[in-house]
C-alpha cells in the first residue's frame, strides 16, 4: 500500500514544486494517509485546500483503501 500511494504522490510532486513546495508520507494506517506538507506548502493558508482537495481527492480516487488524507 505504501508503494502504491508513493507513487500518486510522485505524479501530484511537481504541481508542488513548482510553487516551492513538497509533500512527504508519513504513514497510512486504517484508511487514514498521513503525510507531511514541506516547503512553501508548510505554512501556506492555502494547504488546507491543497490536502483535501487536491491530494486526498486524487489518492481516494486511485486507491480506494484511502479514506482521507491527514496532515502531520
Known amino acids: 500500500m505504501e508503494e502504491r500511494i508513493k507513487a ?7 504541481a508542488l514544486q ?3 513546495g513538497d509533500v512527504e508520507f508519513i504513514d ?6 498521513t503525510v507531511r506538507m ?3 506548502c508548510g ?3 492555502m494547504s488546507m485546500m ?3 482537495q487536491g491530494i486526498e481527492k486524487r ?4 486507491i480506494p ?3 482521507t488524507v491527514e496532515q502531520m
Open 18 to 20: 513548482a510553487d516551492g
Open 65 to 67: 483503501e484511502v479514506e
Open 28 to 33: 497510512f494506517n486504517e484508511g487514514v494517509v
Open 50 to 52: 491543497t490536502l483535501k
Open 8 to 14: 500518486v504522490l510522485e505524479t501530484i510532486r511537481p
Open 38 to 40: 514541506m516547503g512553501a
Open 43 to 45: 505554512n501556506c493558508p
Open 59 to 62: 489518492l481516494r480516487a486511485e
